[in-house]
Protein backbone atom coordinates (compact mmCIF):
# COMPACT_ATOMS: atom_id res chain seq x y z
CA UNK A 1 0.00 0.00 0.00
CA UNK A 2 1.32 3.29 -0.62
CA UNK A 3 1.20 6.38 1.80
CA UNK A 4 2.74 9.24 1.54
CA UNK A 5 5.63 10.73 3.49
CA UNK A 6 7.24 13.52 5.17
CA UNK A 7 10.43 15.20 5.08
CA UNK A 8 11.86 12.49 7.82
CA UNK A 9 11.73 9.48 4.65
CA UNK A 10 12.59 12.13 2.44
CA UNK A 11 15.54 13.53 4.53
CA UNK A 12 16.60 9.67 5.36
CA UNK A 13 17.27 8.59 1.59
CA UNK A 14 18.51 12.49 -0.02
CA UNK A 15 19.68 14.69 2.75
CA UNK A 16 21.30 16.67 -0.03
CA UNK A 17 18.87 16.91 -2.68
CA UNK A 18 15.79 20.09 -2.86
CA UNK A 19 13.22 18.56 -1.18
CA UNK A 20 10.50 20.62 0.51
CA UNK A 21 10.15 19.75 4.39
CA UNK A 22 6.51 20.21 4.77
CA UNK A 23 3.88 17.57 4.81
CA UNK A 24 1.29 17.34 2.66
CA UNK A 25 -1.25 18.95 5.28
CA UNK A 26 0.54 21.13 6.22
CA UNK A 27 1.11 22.97 2.67
CA UNK A 28 -2.79 23.71 2.28
CA UNK A 29 -2.37 25.61 5.51
CA UNK A 30 0.29 27.65 3.76
CA UNK A 31 -1.95 27.94 0.67
CA UNK A 32 -4.98 28.96 2.44
CA UNK A 33 -3.07 31.54 4.46
CA UNK A 34 -2.62 32.99 0.34
CA UNK A 35 -5.15 36.05 -0.52
CA UNK A 36 -7.70 34.96 -2.70
CA UNK A 37 -6.37 37.34 -5.36
CA UNK A 38 -3.08 36.10 -5.10
CA UNK A 39 -4.29 32.14 -5.94
CA UNK A 40 -6.61 33.58 -8.59
CA UNK A 41 -3.21 35.52 -10.54
CA UNK A 42 -1.91 31.33 -10.16
CA UNK A 43 -4.75 30.37 -11.45
CA UNK A 44 -4.59 33.07 -14.25
CA UNK A 45 -0.98 32.44 -15.01
CA UNK A 46 0.42 36.29 -13.97
CA UNK A 47 1.97 34.55 -10.87
CA UNK A 48 4.71 31.77 -10.06
CA UNK A 49 3.31 28.67 -8.28
CA UNK A 50 4.34 28.83 -4.52
CA UNK A 51 7.03 27.02 -3.40
CA UNK A 52 4.65 25.34 -0.65
CA UNK A 53 3.38 23.27 -3.76
CA UNK A 54 6.61 20.71 -4.19
CA UNK A 55 7.30 18.64 -4.56
CA UNK A 56 4.23 17.15 -6.01
CA UNK A 57 4.22 14.04 -5.05
CA UNK A 58 6.15 12.36 -2.11
CA UNK A 59 7.00 8.38 -1.87
CA UNK A 60 7.26 5.91 0.91
CA UNK A 61 10.89 4.50 1.83
CA UNK A 62 10.48 1.09 0.04
CA UNK A 63 9.30 3.18 -3.01
CA UNK A 64 12.13 5.03 -2.71
CA UNK A 65 14.70 2.41 -2.12
CA UNK A 66 13.53 0.93 -5.21
CA UNK A 67 15.09 4.09 -7.65
CA UNK A 68 18.60 5.20 -7.08
CA UNK A 69 19.59 8.87 -5.76
CA UNK A 70 19.66 10.30 -8.84
CA UNK A 71 16.45 9.02 -10.54
CA UNK A 72 14.55 10.86 -7.66
CA UNK A 73 16.67 14.10 -8.55
CA UNK A 74 15.13 14.03 -11.89
CA UNK A 75 11.91 13.69 -10.49
CA UNK A 76 11.95 16.87 -8.72
CA UNK A 77 13.55 18.50 -11.80
CA UNK A 78 10.54 17.48 -13.98
CA UNK A 79 8.34 18.35 -11.34
CA UNK A 80 9.46 21.90 -11.67
CA UNK A 81 9.00 21.42 -15.81
CA UNK A 82 5.33 21.70 -15.55
CA UNK A 83 4.39 25.12 -14.16
CA UNK A 84 7.20 26.33 -16.52
CA UNK A 85 5.64 24.65 -19.26
CA UNK A 86 2.45 26.23 -18.58
CA UNK A 87 3.87 29.39 -18.29
CA UNK A 88 6.05 28.94 -21.78
CA UNK A 89 2.48 28.24 -23.47
CA UNK A 90 0.56 30.79 -21.67
CA UNK A 91 2.95 33.46 -23.64
CA UNK A 92 2.41 31.54 -26.92
CA UNK A 93 -1.18 31.99 -26.68
CA UNK A 94 -1.10 35.01 -25.33
CA UNK A 95 1.02 36.60 -28.19
CA UNK A 96 -1.49 34.86 -30.93
CA UNK A 97 -4.54 35.66 -29.48
CA UNK A 98 -4.41 38.52 -26.74
CA UNK A 99 -3.96 39.60 -23.37
CA UNK A 100 -5.60 36.64 -20.61
CA UNK A 101 -5.87 33.99 -23.19
CA UNK A 102 -3.29 31.78 -21.34
CA UNK A 103 -4.88 28.07 -23.29
CA UNK A 104 -7.03 26.26 -24.52
CA UNK A 105 -9.76 26.69 -22.03
CA UNK A 106 -9.24 30.24 -22.13
CA UNK A 107 -9.53 30.57 -25.64
CA UNK A 108 -12.72 27.94 -25.55
CA UNK A 109 -14.27 30.13 -22.76
CA UNK A 110 -13.68 33.25 -25.07
CA UNK A 111 -14.74 31.80 -28.08
CA UNK A 112 -18.39 30.30 -26.52
CA UNK A 113 -18.51 34.56 -25.22
CA UNK A 114 -18.27 35.12 -28.74
CA UNK A 115 -20.99 33.05 -29.89
CA UNK A 116 -23.66 34.52 -27.54
CA UNK A 117 -23.04 37.86 -29.21
CA UNK A 118 -26.22 37.93 -32.09
CA UNK A 119 -23.56 39.83 -34.54
CA UNK A 120 -21.13 36.36 -34.25
CA UNK A 121 -23.11 35.29 -37.23
CA UNK A 122 -22.04 38.13 -39.78
CA UNK A 123 -20.46 36.23 -42.16
CA UNK A 124 -17.73 38.50 -43.32
CA UNK A 125 -14.70 37.37 -45.96
CA UNK A 126 -13.02 35.15 -46.04
CA UNK A 127 -15.30 33.40 -44.17
CA UNK A 128 -18.38 31.27 -45.21
CA UNK A 129 -20.00 30.09 -42.07
CA UNK A 130 -18.87 30.34 -38.49
CA UNK A 131 -17.73 28.07 -36.24
CA UNK A 132 -20.62 26.91 -33.87
CA UNK A 133 -18.87 23.85 -32.00
CA UNK A 134 -18.80 23.83 -28.20
CA UNK A 135 -16.50 21.20 -27.35
CA UNK A 136 -13.18 21.73 -25.20
CA UNK A 137 -11.44 18.06 -24.87
CA UNK A 138 -12.64 15.93 -27.58
CA UNK A 139 -9.85 14.31 -29.89
CA UNK A 140 -10.68 13.99 -33.41
CA UNK A 141 -9.15 10.52 -34.99
CA UNK A 142 -9.46 10.09 -38.98
CA UNK A 143 -7.82 7.77 -40.98
CA UNK A 144 -5.74 8.63 -43.71
CA UNK A 145 -7.66 6.09 -45.91
CA UNK A 146 -10.31 8.39 -46.04
CA UNK A 147 -8.36 11.17 -47.78
CA UNK A 148 -8.56 10.91 -51.73
CA UNK A 149 -4.72 12.15 -52.18
CA UNK A 150 -3.89 13.01 -55.99
CA UNK A 151 -0.37 12.22 -55.01
CA UNK A 152 1.71 10.52 -52.08
CA UNK A 153 1.72 12.55 -49.31
CA UNK A 154 4.77 12.34 -47.05
CA UNK A 155 3.77 13.13 -43.39
CA UNK A 156 6.49 15.40 -43.22
CA UNK A 157 5.06 17.57 -45.59
CA UNK A 158 1.16 17.54 -43.62
CA UNK A 159 0.22 20.40 -42.05
CA UNK A 160 -3.21 21.30 -40.50
CA UNK A 161 -5.03 24.82 -40.47
CA UNK A 162 -7.86 26.37 -38.92
CA UNK A 163 -9.10 30.09 -39.15
CA UNK A 164 -10.23 31.73 -35.80
CA UNK A 165 -9.63 34.90 -34.47
CA UNK A 166 -8.92 36.55 -37.77
CA UNK A 167 -6.42 35.11 -38.75
CA UNK A 168 -5.21 31.35 -40.08
CA UNK A 169 -3.21 29.53 -38.28
CA UNK A 170 -1.20 26.16 -38.29
CA UNK A 171 -3.32 23.91 -35.25
CA UNK A 172 -1.15 20.98 -33.78
CA UNK A 173 -1.56 17.48 -34.89
CA UNK A 174 -0.22 14.28 -34.87
CA UNK A 175 -0.46 11.06 -37.67
CA UNK A 176 0.82 8.00 -35.78
CA UNK A 177 1.53 5.13 -38.67
CA UNK A 178 0.13 1.57 -38.74
CA UNK A 179 2.16 -1.05 -40.77
CA UNK A 180 0.51 -2.85 -43.73
CA UNK A 181 -0.17 -5.81 -40.98
CA UNK A 182 -1.88 -3.08 -39.06
CA UNK A 183 0.76 -3.23 -36.44
CA UNK A 184 1.28 0.52 -34.39
CA UNK A 185 4.41 2.29 -35.15
CA UNK A 186 5.95 3.18 -31.48
CA UNK A 187 9.03 5.00 -32.21
CA UNK A 188 10.87 5.12 -28.58
CA UNK A 189 11.01 2.97 -25.72
CA UNK A 190 12.69 -0.55 -25.86
CA UNK A 191 10.79 -2.42 -28.33
CA UNK A 192 9.92 0.48 -30.78
CA UNK A 193 9.19 -0.28 -33.86
CA UNK A 194 9.82 2.83 -36.14
CA UNK A 195 10.96 0.37 -39.13
CA UNK A 196 7.71 -0.45 -39.65
CA UNK A 197 6.46 2.84 -40.70
CA UNK A 198 6.76 4.18 -44.20
CA UNK A 199 6.44 8.09 -43.53
CA UNK A 200 3.61 8.33 -45.76
CA UNK A 201 0.15 9.13 -44.97
CA UNK A 202 -1.87 6.44 -45.83
CA UNK A 203 -4.14 3.57 -45.61
CA UNK A 204 -4.76 2.66 -41.09
CA UNK A 205 -2.62 5.52 -40.58
CA UNK A 206 -4.72 7.85 -37.61
CA UNK A 207 -4.50 11.61 -38.14
CA UNK A 208 -5.43 13.26 -34.31
CA UNK A 209 -6.13 16.44 -33.21
CA UNK A 210 -7.89 18.85 -31.02
CA UNK A 211 -11.13 19.77 -32.30
CA UNK A 212 -11.49 22.84 -29.89
CA UNK A 213 -8.82 24.15 -32.65
CA UNK A 214 -11.58 23.84 -35.20
CA UNK A 215 -12.21 27.51 -36.91
CA UNK A 216 -14.44 28.96 -39.56
CA UNK A 217 -15.80 27.51 -42.78
CA UNK A 218 -13.45 28.81 -46.01
CA UNK A 219 -12.93 28.49 -49.45
CA UNK A 220 -10.55 25.98 -49.95
CA UNK A 221 -8.94 28.36 -52.85
CA UNK A 222 -8.35 30.77 -49.96
CA UNK A 223 -6.50 29.00 -47.98
CA UNK A 224 -4.43 27.17 -51.08
CA UNK A 225 -3.72 30.78 -52.27
CA UNK A 226 -2.82 32.07 -48.26
CA UNK A 227 -0.12 28.77 -48.20
CA UNK A 228 2.59 29.33 -51.31
CA UNK A 229 3.88 26.00 -52.58
CA UNK A 230 0.48 24.05 -51.63
CA UNK A 231 -0.43 21.32 -53.38
CA UNK A 232 -3.76 19.87 -51.79
CA UNK A 233 -6.13 21.03 -49.37
CA UNK A 234 -8.93 18.60 -47.82
CA UNK A 235 -11.14 20.17 -45.64
CA UNK A 236 -12.59 18.18 -43.06
CA UNK A 237 -15.57 19.16 -41.39
CA UNK A 238 -16.55 18.50 -37.44
CA UNK A 239 -20.42 18.34 -36.73
CA UNK A 240 -23.18 17.22 -34.18
CA UNK A 241 -26.39 17.93 -36.23
CA UNK A 242 -28.79 17.89 -32.98
CA UNK A 243 -27.29 21.00 -31.71
CA UNK A 244 -25.95 22.39 -34.73
CA UNK A 245 -22.42 22.72 -33.74
CA UNK A 246 -20.08 22.68 -36.72
CA UNK A 247 -16.55 23.88 -37.49
CA UNK A 248 -13.81 23.11 -40.03
CA UNK A 249 -10.16 21.95 -40.57
CA UNK A 250 -7.64 22.39 -43.48
CA UNK A 251 -5.86 19.58 -44.03
CA UNK A 252 -2.75 21.26 -46.35
CA UNK A 253 0.08 19.30 -48.11
CA UNK A 254 2.96 20.75 -49.80
CA UNK A 255 5.82 19.82 -52.14
CA UNK A 256 9.44 20.50 -50.94
CA UNK A 257 9.86 22.11 -47.32
CA UNK A 258 6.44 22.66 -45.99
CA UNK A 259 5.62 25.82 -43.35
CA UNK A 260 6.32 25.72 -39.99
CA UNK A 261 3.96 23.41 -37.78
CA UNK A 262 2.65 24.83 -34.82
CA UNK A 263 4.41 25.51 -31.77
CA UNK A 264 1.76 24.60 -29.04
CA UNK A 265 2.57 21.19 -27.74
CA UNK A 266 -0.16 19.84 -25.61
CA UNK A 267 1.41 17.12 -24.09
CA UNK A 268 5.19 16.66 -22.60
CA UNK A 269 6.38 12.79 -21.51
CA UNK A 270 9.41 12.30 -19.37
CA UNK A 271 9.24 8.68 -20.05
CA UNK A 272 12.64 8.22 -17.66
CA UNK A 273 11.00 9.48 -14.70
CA UNK A 274 7.43 8.65 -16.02
CA UNK A 275 5.81 11.79 -15.97
CA UNK A 276 3.36 13.29 -18.46
CA UNK A 277 1.78 16.13 -18.18
CA UNK A 278 -0.66 19.16 -20.42
CA UNK A 279 -1.75 22.46 -19.74
CA UNK A 280 -4.58 21.08 -17.70
CA UNK A 281 -3.57 17.68 -16.41
CA UNK A 282 -0.68 15.91 -14.30
CA UNK A 283 -0.02 12.33 -13.75
CA UNK A 284 3.26 9.73 -12.69
CA UNK A 285 3.43 6.09 -13.00
CA UNK A 286 5.56 4.43 -11.31
CA UNK A 287 8.75 3.51 -13.09
CA UNK A 288 11.60 0.15 -12.79
CA UNK A 289 15.39 -0.59 -13.90
CA UNK A 290 15.58 -2.91 -17.12
CA UNK A 291 19.38 -3.66 -17.08
CA UNK A 292 20.72 0.47 -17.43
CA UNK A 293 17.80 1.89 -18.42
CA UNK A 294 14.54 3.32 -16.66
CA UNK A 295 11.21 2.05 -18.33
CA UNK A 296 8.10 3.80 -17.24
CA UNK A 297 5.23 1.63 -16.66
CA UNK A 298 1.24 1.79 -16.82
CA UNK A 299 1.05 1.94 -12.75
CA UNK A 300 0.11 5.57 -12.14
CA UNK A 301 1.11 6.93 -9.11
CA UNK A 302 -0.20 10.77 -9.31
CA UNK A 303 -2.70 12.24 -10.62
CA UNK A 304 -3.32 16.57 -10.41
CA UNK A 305 -5.82 19.15 -12.07
CA UNK A 306 -3.79 22.18 -12.68
CA UNK A 307 -4.81 25.83 -11.17
CA UNK A 308 -6.33 26.88 -14.44
CA UNK A 309 -9.12 23.87 -14.41
CA UNK A 310 -9.49 25.45 -10.56
CA UNK A 311 -7.72 22.77 -9.16
CA UNK A 312 -5.33 22.37 -6.17
CA UNK A 313 -2.38 20.60 -7.26
CA UNK A 314 -2.02 17.97 -4.35
CA UNK A 315 -1.97 14.37 -4.46
CA UNK A 316 -4.61 13.35 -3.09
CA UNK A 317 -4.57 9.50 -4.30
CA UNK A 318 -2.85 6.96 -2.68
CA UNK A 319 -2.56 3.92 -4.88
CA UNK A 320 -4.10 2.11 -7.93
CA UNK A 321 -5.04 -1.47 -7.45
CA UNK A 322 -5.05 -4.17 -10.51
CA UNK A 323 -6.66 -7.94 -10.11
CA UNK A 324 -7.58 -10.83 -12.62
CA UNK A 325 -8.58 -13.82 -11.08
CA UNK A 326 -8.54 -16.97 -13.80
CA UNK A 327 -9.75 -20.07 -13.88
CA UNK A 328 -8.54 -21.81 -17.11
CA UNK A 329 -10.19 -25.15 -17.93
CA UNK A 330 -7.36 -27.19 -16.88
CA UNK A 331 -5.04 -26.44 -14.08
CA UNK A 332 -5.91 -24.43 -11.03
CA UNK A 333 -7.09 -21.06 -10.00
CA UNK A 334 -5.10 -18.13 -10.66
CA UNK A 335 -4.54 -14.91 -9.28
CA UNK A 336 -2.07 -11.67 -9.83
CA UNK A 337 -2.60 -8.62 -8.76
CA UNK A 338 -0.74 -4.70 -9.91
CA UNK A 339 2.58 -6.22 -8.05
CA UNK A 340 2.82 -9.19 -10.15
CA UNK A 341 2.12 -7.79 -13.99
CA UNK A 342 4.39 -6.72 -15.88
CA UNK A 343 3.38 -3.50 -17.35
CA UNK A 344 6.38 -1.77 -18.05
CA UNK A 345 5.69 0.16 -20.95
CA UNK A 346 7.38 -2.06 -24.43
CA UNK A 347 7.78 1.33 -26.60
CA UNK A 348 5.36 4.60 -27.14
CA UNK A 349 4.77 7.65 -29.07
CA UNK A 350 5.16 10.79 -27.85
CA UNK A 351 3.70 13.81 -29.72
CA UNK A 352 2.06 17.07 -29.72
CA UNK A 353 -1.57 16.01 -29.32
CA UNK A 354 -1.18 12.89 -27.79
CA UNK A 355 0.90 10.37 -25.78
CA UNK A 356 0.50 6.45 -27.47
CA UNK A 357 1.97 3.60 -25.09
CA UNK A 358 2.01 0.05 -24.92
CA UNK A 359 2.18 -2.25 -22.53
CA UNK A 360 2.12 -6.44 -22.87
CA UNK A 361 1.35 -8.93 -20.15
CA UNK A 362 0.47 -12.60 -19.94
CA UNK A 363 -2.14 -14.73 -17.38
CA UNK A 364 0.61 -17.26 -15.88
CA UNK A 365 -0.84 -20.28 -16.63
CA UNK A 366 0.28 -22.95 -13.29
CA UNK A 367 1.02 -25.79 -16.22
CA UNK A 368 3.48 -23.06 -18.23
CA UNK A 369 0.92 -23.46 -21.45
CA UNK A 370 -1.72 -22.00 -23.49
CA UNK A 371 -1.29 -18.81 -21.45
CA UNK A 372 -4.05 -15.72 -22.88
CA UNK A 373 -2.04 -12.61 -24.11
CA UNK A 374 -2.97 -8.83 -23.18
CA UNK A 375 -2.08 -6.22 -24.82
CA UNK A 376 -2.79 -2.70 -22.63
CA UNK A 377 -2.63 0.32 -24.81
CA UNK A 378 -2.94 4.09 -22.79
CA UNK A 379 -3.78 7.21 -24.93
CA UNK A 380 -2.93 10.27 -23.04
CA UNK A 381 -4.49 13.52 -24.68
CA UNK A 382 -4.85 17.29 -22.77
CA UNK A 383 -8.04 16.24 -20.92
CA UNK A 384 -8.32 12.54 -21.02
CA UNK A 385 -6.70 9.20 -20.33
CA UNK A 386 -7.64 5.64 -21.80
CA UNK A 387 -6.61 2.79 -20.90
CA UNK A 388 -7.47 -0.50 -23.06
CA UNK A 389 -6.36 -3.95 -22.32
CA UNK A 390 -7.80 -6.17 -25.04
CA UNK A 391 -6.71 -9.91 -24.98
CA UNK A 392 -6.25 -13.21 -26.77
CA UNK A 393 -7.43 -16.40 -25.13
CA UNK A 394 -5.84 -19.76 -26.02
CA UNK A 395 -7.22 -20.74 -29.31
CA UNK A 396 -7.45 -24.51 -27.67
CA UNK A 397 -10.68 -25.46 -25.98
CA UNK A 398 -8.80 -27.28 -23.52
CA UNK A 399 -6.34 -24.64 -22.64
CA UNK A 400 -9.09 -21.67 -22.72
CA UNK A 401 -9.76 -19.72 -19.83
CA UNK A 402 -13.24 -20.31 -18.54
CA UNK A 403 -13.75 -17.67 -16.05
CA UNK A 404 -12.14 -14.15 -15.98
CA UNK A 405 -12.60 -11.19 -13.47
CA UNK A 406 -10.70 -8.50 -13.70
CA UNK A 407 -10.63 -5.19 -11.82
CA UNK A 408 -9.06 -1.95 -11.75
CA UNK A 409 -9.35 0.73 -8.27
CA UNK A 410 -7.78 3.44 -6.27
CA UNK A 411 -7.82 4.51 -2.50
CA UNK A 412 -7.79 8.33 -1.64
CA UNK A 413 -4.53 9.56 0.97
CA UNK A 414 -6.24 9.09 3.88
CA UNK A 415 -3.47 10.99 5.84
CA UNK A 416 -4.16 14.42 3.47
CA UNK A 417 -8.25 13.95 3.20
CA UNK A 418 -8.69 13.29 6.98
CA UNK A 419 -6.08 14.83 9.27
CA UNK A 420 -6.53 18.58 7.39
CA UNK A 421 -9.22 21.09 8.44
CA UNK A 422 -9.45 22.41 4.83
CA UNK A 423 -9.89 19.73 2.65
CA UNK A 424 -11.87 17.14 5.33
CA UNK A 425 -15.27 16.44 4.54
CA UNK A 426 -15.03 18.24 1.22
CA UNK A 427 -13.97 15.69 -1.26
CA UNK A 428 -16.90 13.51 -2.45
CA UNK A 429 -17.70 10.73 -5.14
CA UNK A 430 -20.64 11.03 -7.37
CA UNK A 431 -22.19 9.10 -9.54
CA UNK A 432 -24.64 9.19 -12.58
CA UNK A 433 -27.54 7.31 -10.75
CA UNK A 434 -26.69 9.72 -7.45
CA UNK A 435 -25.77 13.14 -8.12
CA UNK A 436 -25.88 14.27 -4.35
CA UNK A 437 -23.04 11.44 -3.56
CA UNK A 438 -21.06 10.98 -0.33
CA UNK A 439 -18.46 12.52 1.24
CA UNK A 440 -15.05 10.45 1.63
CA UNK A 441 -14.35 10.51 5.44
CA UNK A 442 -13.65 7.10 6.38
CA UNK A 443 -16.88 6.16 7.54
CA UNK A 444 -18.93 4.18 5.60
CA UNK A 445 -22.71 5.42 5.86
CA UNK A 446 -26.13 3.66 5.43
CA UNK A 447 -26.28 5.14 1.92
CA UNK A 448 -22.79 3.77 1.06
CA UNK A 449 -23.31 0.36 2.19
CA UNK A 450 -26.62 0.25 0.02
CA UNK A 451 -25.03 1.54 -2.82
CA UNK A 452 -26.12 -0.35 -6.27
CA UNK A 453 -22.68 -2.41 -7.09
CA UNK A 454 -24.01 -2.41 -11.24
CA UNK A 455 -22.03 -0.18 -13.24
CA UNK A 456 -23.32 3.29 -13.46
CA UNK A 457 -22.60 5.40 -16.27
CA UNK A 458 -19.84 7.45 -14.86
CA UNK A 459 -18.31 8.21 -11.49
CA UNK A 460 -16.89 11.54 -10.60
CA UNK A 461 -14.17 12.21 -7.60
CA UNK A 462 -14.67 15.85 -7.04
CA UNK A 463 -12.85 18.59 -4.04
CA UNK A 464 -10.59 20.95 -3.88
CA UNK A 465 -7.84 19.09 -5.78
CA UNK A 466 -9.66 19.29 -8.66
CA UNK A 467 -12.69 16.68 -10.27
CA UNK A 468 -12.13 13.49 -12.21
CA UNK A 469 -14.94 12.11 -14.17
CA UNK A 470 -14.14 7.88 -14.48
CA UNK A 471 -15.62 5.51 -16.69
CA UNK A 472 -15.85 2.12 -17.79
CA UNK A 473 -16.98 -0.65 -20.03
CA UNK A 474 -15.86 -3.53 -22.75
CA UNK A 475 -16.57 -4.21 -26.52
CA UNK A 476 -20.31 -5.22 -27.25
CA UNK A 477 -19.11 -8.91 -27.52
CA UNK A 478 -17.68 -9.44 -24.38
CA UNK A 479 -20.32 -7.76 -23.05
CA UNK A 480 -23.40 -10.25 -23.76
CA UNK A 481 -21.58 -12.88 -21.69
CA UNK A 482 -19.88 -10.55 -18.75
CA UNK A 483 -21.41 -8.79 -16.14
CA UNK A 484 -19.89 -5.29 -15.30
CA UNK A 485 -19.89 -4.23 -11.65
CA UNK A 486 -19.02 -1.66 -9.11
CA UNK A 487 -17.39 -1.48 -5.19
CA UNK A 488 -17.03 1.22 -2.73
CA UNK A 489 -15.61 1.05 0.29
CA UNK A 490 -14.86 3.82 2.76
CA UNK A 491 -13.21 3.33 5.82
CA UNK A 492 -9.84 3.44 7.57
CA UNK A 493 -8.39 0.87 6.03
CA UNK A 494 -9.04 1.68 1.90
CA UNK A 495 -10.32 5.64 1.93
CA UNK A 496 -12.41 6.37 -0.67
CA UNK A 497 -11.93 2.91 -3.17
CA UNK A 498 -13.62 2.64 -5.76
CA UNK A 499 -13.47 -0.58 -7.84
CA UNK A 500 -14.66 -1.05 -11.35
CA UNK A 501 -15.25 -4.99 -11.81
CA UNK A 502 -15.62 -7.12 -15.14
CA UNK A 503 -16.45 -10.63 -14.80
CA UNK A 504 -16.78 -13.27 -17.42
CA UNK A 505 -17.76 -16.83 -17.70
CA UNK A 506 -17.35 -18.01 -20.95
CA UNK A 507 -14.52 -19.14 -23.06
CA UNK A 508 -14.39 -15.36 -25.11
CA UNK A 509 -11.46 -15.74 -27.46
CA UNK A 510 -10.73 -12.34 -27.78
CA UNK A 511 -12.29 -9.09 -26.03
CA UNK A 512 -10.88 -5.93 -24.44
CA UNK A 513 -11.83 -3.62 -20.80
CA UNK A 514 -11.32 -0.09 -21.12
CA UNK A 515 -11.17 2.42 -18.44
CA UNK A 516 -10.91 6.46 -18.92
CA UNK A 517 -10.29 9.17 -17.28
CA UNK A 518 -11.26 13.02 -17.79
CA UNK A 519 -10.52 16.38 -16.01
CA UNK A 520 -13.57 18.44 -15.26
CA UNK A 521 -12.75 22.07 -15.13
CA UNK A 522 -14.15 24.16 -12.20
CA UNK A 523 -16.64 21.49 -11.17
CA UNK A 524 -16.22 21.97 -7.87
CA UNK A 525 -17.08 25.02 -5.54
CA UNK A 526 -17.56 25.70 -2.17
CA UNK A 527 -21.90 26.28 -2.49
CA UNK A 528 -22.50 24.23 -5.41
CA UNK A 529 -21.26 22.11 -8.41
CA UNK A 530 -20.93 23.63 -11.59
CA UNK A 531 -23.10 20.69 -13.69
CA UNK A 532 -23.06 21.96 -16.91
CA UNK A 533 -18.91 21.46 -16.81
CA UNK A 534 -19.85 17.82 -16.79
CA UNK A 535 -22.04 18.01 -19.18
CA UNK A 536 -18.99 19.73 -21.42
CA UNK A 537 -16.92 16.37 -20.54
CA UNK A 538 -20.05 14.09 -21.22
CA UNK A 539 -20.46 15.67 -24.54
CA UNK A 540 -17.32 14.00 -25.99
CA UNK A 541 -18.75 10.10 -25.56
CA UNK A 542 -22.33 10.92 -25.04
CA UNK A 543 -23.24 13.23 -28.54
CA UNK A 544 -20.36 11.84 -30.48
CA UNK A 545 -19.51 14.05 -33.64
CA UNK A 546 -19.22 13.34 -36.67
CA UNK A 547 -16.45 14.11 -39.52
CA UNK A 548 -16.75 14.83 -43.67
CA UNK A 549 -13.81 15.02 -45.18
CA UNK A 550 -14.77 16.92 -48.90
CA UNK A 551 -17.90 15.08 -50.29
CA UNK A 552 -17.48 11.76 -48.46
CA UNK A 553 -18.90 10.02 -46.84
CA UNK A 554 -19.97 10.78 -42.61
CA UNK A 555 -17.32 8.99 -40.37
CA UNK A 556 -18.01 8.21 -36.78
CA UNK A 557 -14.80 6.92 -35.10
CA UNK A 558 -15.84 4.32 -32.48
CA UNK A 559 -15.29 4.53 -28.84
CA UNK A 560 -11.58 2.88 -28.99
CA UNK A 561 -8.94 4.67 -30.81
CA UNK A 562 -7.48 1.45 -31.87
CA UNK A 563 -8.13 -2.31 -30.65
CA UNK A 564 -5.30 -4.45 -31.47
CA UNK A 565 -5.34 -8.03 -33.69
CA UNK A 566 -3.30 -9.62 -31.08
CA UNK A 567 -3.05 -12.73 -33.52
CA UNK A 568 -0.87 -11.10 -35.36
CA UNK A 569 1.25 -8.37 -32.85
CA UNK A 570 1.68 -10.79 -29.81
CA UNK A 571 4.57 -12.25 -31.24
CA UNK A 572 6.27 -8.80 -31.66
CA UNK A 573 6.62 -8.26 -27.74
CA UNK A 574 8.32 -9.77 -24.86
CA UNK A 575 6.66 -11.27 -22.30
CA UNK A 576 8.23 -11.59 -18.55
Known amino acids: MRKKTGIIIALFFFISLPIFALDDAERLKILKATPDQEWKRVEQGTKAWPEELFPLSTWTDKELAKMPPEFWAKVRKAEKEWPLY ?52 DVAYLPGKNFNFTETSQIESVRLYAYS ?47 ADAGHKLDKSYV ?83 PSMGAVPIDVHNSISISLVAIPAVGKKIEHNESEFDLSFRAWYEGN ?43 YPEWAVKYIEMSFGEDMNKRVLLNNDILKSTAKFISSADREGVIIDGVMSEKEKKWDKSL ?28 LGFDWQDDMEHLGFSKHIMILRDKTRTGYFYMEWAAVPRFWTPTKFRWENLDLVLKRTDKPLTYRIDDGSDIVPGKCIHIPDIMKVKKKYRYN
Open 86 to 137: IQRLGDLYEKEFGPGIKNGYDLFLLEQAQMRDPKYFEASDPIKIKKTLKRLG
Open 353 to 395: VIDYRRATWKIKYTLGAGSSTTVTDAVITPFFAFNCSAWYNSP
Open 165 to 211: QGKLRPIPFDIVEFSKEGQVVLTSGPEANSKDGDGIFNGGDLLFFMV
Open 224 to 306: KNQLPGSTGVYEIEISYSKEYERGWVYLTTFSGRAPARSPIDYTKFYPEVGISFSPFTYAQCECRKVGSKTVPTGNIQTMLGS
Open 456 to 483: KSWYLLTGIPGTILMKSGCDPATAKNAT
